[in-house]
């Protein structure tokens, strides 16, 4: 069964990097888009991006261009997301999603990773 | 951007009542829209795609309809596994996004 496990929560100083992994089975990973989506302490939901599933790149929502990176190990099945410069405000359940063929809703997730910024 | 607002935020209700959620968007999108089920500390669930589609495995009391600015998600009977919060996104792989969620309580 389709299945995007992801790694474990984390905690970050202000100004500190993290990267978050989401590893996929069940499914052909090349044939599908990966998304980051986000959810702050007591929000909605926040896109974040998506890498393609095979040459088709990535796509960033404007709010973390330039402070976002979305990668993706094919031999391992696995994505990741990497965010720059935390603040408290990136505090947040950090999803990964799969989409499949138009129009591209999300029809798996992963159990989400807590990330807490905190001096 | 496309807004997308939700209403109502909170919705107190029992097992077996009918319920409704609105979901408007600020321009027409046609019916490129999906709503979710999320739970705390659980994958958030596809329930209905395309305005009206009903996600495979997912129980037929949830039904969606509606087209350009105003949408809903209906619940026929509420069953006690129903209790979560409810979330529309608009699907448009250039910038997606959600509502901010309509929390239904048990009365």
């Known amino acids: 069964q389709v299945q995007l496990v992801q790694s474990g929560a984390e905690v970050k100083k202000p100004g500190a990097s993290v990267k978050v992994s989401c590893k996929a089975s069940?499914?052909?990973?090349?044939?599908?888009?990966t998304h980051w989506v986000r959810q702050a302490p007591g929000q909605g939901l926040e896109w974040m991006g998506w890498i393609g599933p095979k040459s088709d790149g990535t796509k960033y929502a404007q709010k973390f261009q330039g402070r976002v990176t979305m990668t993706r190990d094919t031999s391992i099945s696995t994505a990741y997301m990497e965010l720059s410069r935390l603040t408290s405000d990136d505090t947040a359940v950090y999803f990964c999603?799969?989409?499949?063929?138009?129009?591209?809703?999300?029809?798996?997730w992963g159990q989400g990773t807590l990330v807490t910024v905190s001096s | 951007d496309i807004q997308l607002t939700q209403s109502p935020s909170f919705l107190s209700t029992s097992v077996g009542d009918r319920v409704t959620i609105t979901c408007r968007a600020s321009q027409g999108i046609s019916n490129y829209l999906a709503w979710y089920q999320l739970k705390p500390g659980k994958a958030p669930k596809l329930l209905i795609y395309l305005a009206s589609t009903l996600q495979g495995g997912v129980p037929s009391r949830f039904s969606g309809s509606g087209s350009g600015t105003e949408f809903t998600l209906t619940i026929s009977s509420l069953q006690p596994e129903d209790f979560a919060t409810y979330c529309c996104q608009h699907l448009n792989t250039n910038q997606y996004t959600f509502g901010q969620g309509t929390k239904l309580e048990i009365k």
């Open positions: 069940g499914y052909t990973f090349t044939g599908h888009y």
């Open positions: 999603a799969r989409s499949s063929g138009w129009p591209y809703q999300f029809d798996y």
